[in-house]
């Protein structure tokens, strides 16, 4: 991978204030060659299907019933009042709703009739939900046509939609999806569910190392399963690694699913999603991430994230200054970032949750770290290597085993008969029981650019090859 070049001009050495470390992160971010600095900046179908998206994580479909027997009803969506920018981003977009703050939370509410009969209900039949709120969609769109079907009485309306109204939302027990229904992923559907459920986290400030992750109710399982084979299959140009089995196998594992049901939020089973595979993050996630147009402040974790998973990528988290700038990083994003956040700050320092007092990100710092050489560089297969330990793999890389036939010379002039015949092997072992030698016999000829026989004497060449 070449040296994206952080570009920026600084001076002196005290810490940085929130907004001066927030320009400075943006301003390195963005130099990276793959970071497209873009936001609320979508079409009228990309903005769809990214608010179908936000809905299916954060909006609520809701019927009220006042005592008087007046029937309403309201799409809302709650959000942190940091957050209000986003919301009045929807309404400006939709033209229509109203926003209402109530101390740390802002909601959008669109609650006339006319704008939900008009704009709400034919969008969201064009760009289904995906999730389960797909079903609480339903219960509301039928709810609605009951309230003007005239053939029906007062009593009977308010019957049917009762009856709609208490098996909706945590009432809810049936969660089987109607027939007809089909998860439907697009990257600007999975940016607007992304904006409302996922996390960029630092997750280990030890040996450091980033993830990305979604956590959601067990009964979302499907869901989170479609995620995972669209993210899985996103990017696969080469139409051999297509129709390979095997390589479809192995990628699968760059993301991970954990529904062993462990985990509780508020009683109830989760399922969690998880991406921590640096090489993948790095040149699949991010790309394709930074493609796309954020509308919330999750921007502003993502570019941090950006941030981080570089040093890392480039091994400087090893080295105690880079380590430490990292970590004064995350401490600046999710719940730290939040206006709510309780801690005490000044421009030199500011407190942990924890009582530790964790001193500013500084601009010599920064230009420190940046100006490092790089520990970990890339070797002619595209994988990591450590400079300082002789060019030694760097741990944790995923990658596969590619072994491609070579034509010998008497055939390659007949270019109808050239071969493609090739393999993929998931590691050195499975790759060694194929050809029916030793493991570190296949990692030496790796290593050495030694070719192979198999059982029927034909010759191939070995790589190793990143998972992206």
């Given at each position: 991978m070449e040296n994206k070049g952080f570009i920026f001009s600084t001076k002196g050495s005290s810490a940085l204030s929130r907004s001066d470390q927030d320009e400075l992160i943006l301003k390195n971010t963005s130099n990276l060659s793959n970071i497209k600095v873009r936001f609320r900046d979508m079409t009228e179908s990309e903005f769809?299907?990214?608010?179908?998206?936000?809905?299916?994580?954060?909006?609520?479909?809701?019927?009220?019933?006042?005592?008087?027997?007046?029937?309403?009803?309201i799409l809302t969506i709650g959000v942190h009042i940091d957050d209000t920018g986003v919301l009045e981003f929807i309404k400006n977009r939709l033209n229509c709703g109203s926003i209402y703050i109530s101390k740390k939370v802002v909601h959008l509410n669109v609650k006339r009739i006319n704008d939900i009969k008009n704009i709400l209900i034919p969008?969201?039949?064009?760009?289904?939900?995906?999730?389960?709120?797909?079903?609480e969609y339903l219960g509301f769109k039928e709810a609605v046509a009951i309230k003007f079907n005239k053939s029906l009485s007062m009593s009977e309306k308010l019957k049917l939609i009762t009856d709609l109204k208490g098996q909706m939302n945590s009432k809810r027990v049936d969660f089987v999806m109607p027939s007809t229904h089909t998860i439907r992923i697009t990257p600007y559907w999975f940016l607007g569910f992304l904006e409302g459920e996922g996390c960029f986290s630092l997750v280990d400030t030890k040996d450091i190392s980033i993830s990305f992750s979604l956590g959601l109710t067990f009964v979302q399982a499907p869901l989170v399963h479609a995620i995972k084979e669209f993210l899985?299959?996103?990017?696969?140009?080469?139409v051999k690694l297509k129709a390979s089995s095997q390589y479809l196998e192995i990628i699968s594992q760059r993301t991970s699913i954990y529904d062993k049901g462990k985990c509780t939020t508020k009683g109830k089973l989760v399922v969690q999603f998880h991406i921590n595979h640096l090489s993948y993050i790095v040149d699949t996630l991010i790309p394709f991430l930074s493609d796309l147009s954020f509308a919330s402040k999750k921007y502003k974790d993502f570019l941090d994230w950006v941030f981080i998973a570089s040093l890392?990528?480039?091994?400087?988290?090893?080295?105690?200054?880079?380590?430490?700038?990292?970590?004064?990083?995350?401490?600046?994003?999710?719940?730290?970032?939040?206006?709510?956040?309780?801690?005490?700050?000044?421009?030199d320092t500011f407190v942990s949750p924890g009582g530790e007092e964790i001193r500013g990100i500084s601009s010599n710092l920064v230009n420190e770290v940046i100006n490092m050489k790089d520990i970990y560089v890339?070797?002619?297969?595209?994988?990591?290597?450590?400079?300082?330990?002789?060019?030694?793999?760097?741990?944790?890389?995923?990658f596969y085993i590619l072994a491609e036939e070579v034509v010998p010379a008497s055939r390659a002039c007949l270019s109808s008969q050239v071969s493609e015949k090739f393999r993929i092997f998931k590691d050195s072992q499975s790759c060694a029981d194929y050809f029916k030698i030793a493991p570190q016999t296949i990692n030496a000829k790796l290593n050495k650019g030694v070719t192979v026989f198999d059982s029927n004497k034909v010759e191939f060449k070995l790589s190793r090859r990143p998972l992206r």
């Open positions: 769809l299907e990214w608010f179908v998206g936000f809905v299916d994580g954060e909006g609520c479909f809701l019927i009220d019933i006042s005592k008087g027997n007046t029937i309403s009803f969008m969201f039949d064009k760009f289904p939900l995906n999730g389960t709120k797909y079903l899985d299959s996103y990017g696969i140009e080469d890392i990528y480039k091994g400087k988290h090893l080295t105690k200054l880079g380590k430490e700038l990292i970590i004064k990083v995350s401490r600046r994003m999710n719940n730290y970032r939040l206006s709510s956040f309780k801690h005490i700050e000044s421009s890339i070797n002619q297969d595209g994988l990591r290597i450590n400079s300082l330990t002789g060019g030694s793999l760097v741990k944790r890389q995923l």
